[in-house]
């Protein structure tokens, strides 16, 4: 019953590869987050795009690349990523945009990157 | 910025007892307090969230109390059960900073049948 659907769920890349992770919300959500999560470890926010503008970039590596192509859809874009790089990357929507009040954030079930 | 931290980092107990999770946090504008669980392998999953203009919020065998005077909020569970062993998270968030989520550190609970 994931309302945050991620593809692929599982991904080996070198590290002169370029993949691409996707995220795809139909809870007619505003705002979309990408997270990077270690074993055992507390979520790290990467990016926020509020209304298919990016809002926060917490300093990623431009390794990493977002993108909005609409308000249902967030990709992102990976390339030459170093072994340090695999983790759990996470997705997630709220309500977002103009609201007075902070909303839940839904997650999905996230891609397991794993650089070789 | 905003600063959470969260006690204990593991936890057991025995099935039936109570598990109880604590998180503090630094920036008194922070006024939305959720808690996710995260089993091994899935996805964190909202199970219960606190706004400041309440002091208790329960759900079933779950409860959040949030005391904004000390900066603190706690989760509780009740007659644990097995299914409850996951990661635990706490997170503050205020808006001001959007929908920014500071999380925790998280809590790896245990329940022992």
């Known amino acids: 019953d994931t309302e945050v659907t991620q593809t692929p769920k599982h991904l080996v890349m070198g590290m002169t590869n370029k993949k691409s992770l996707k995220c795809e919300q139909h809870?007619?959500?505003?705002?979309m987050y990408w997270y990077k999560q270690k074993a055992k470890k507390p979520p790290e926010l990467m990016f926020v795009?509020?209304?298919?503008?990016?809002?926060i970039n917490e300093s990623v590596p431009s390794r990493f690349s977002p993108e909005c192509p609409n308000s249902s859809l967030l990709n992102l874009h990976l390339h030459a990523l170093q072994p340090e790089d695999s983790a759990l990357y996470l997705c997630?929507?709220?309500?977002?945009?103009?609201?007075?009040?902070?909303?839940?954030?839904?997650f999905g079930d996230g891609t397991r990157l794993s650089i070789l | 910025g905003e600063n959470v931290e969260q006690h204990p980092s593991t936890l057991s107990v025995q099935e039936g007892d109570s598990a109880v999770i604590k998180c503090t946090y630094s920036?008194?504008?922070?006024?939305?307090f959720p808690w996710y669980k995260q089993e091994l392998g899935k996805r964190p999953q909202l199970i219960i969230d606190?706004?400041?203009?309440?002091g208790e919020k329960k759900d079933q065998r779950i409860a959040v109390t949030l005391n904004k005077t000390a900066k603190h909020f706690s989760l509780h569970i009740t007659e644990t059960q097995p299914e409850d062993s996951a990661v635990y998270f706490c997170?503050?968030?205020?808006?001001?900073?959007?929908?920014?989520?500071?999380f925790g550190t998280g809590t790896s609970l245990t329940v022992i049948p």
């Open positions: 997170a503050a968030s205020n808006i001001n900073t959007g929908n920014q989520f500071y």
């Open positions: 997630a929507s709220s309500q977002g945009g103009r609201t007075d009040r902070n909303q839940p954030q839904h």
């Open positions: 606190i706004r400041s203009n309440v």
């Open positions: 920036d008194s504008a922070s006024n939305y």
């Open positions: 795009y509020s209304y298919e503008k990016l809002s």
């Open positions: 809870m007619g959500h505003r705002a």
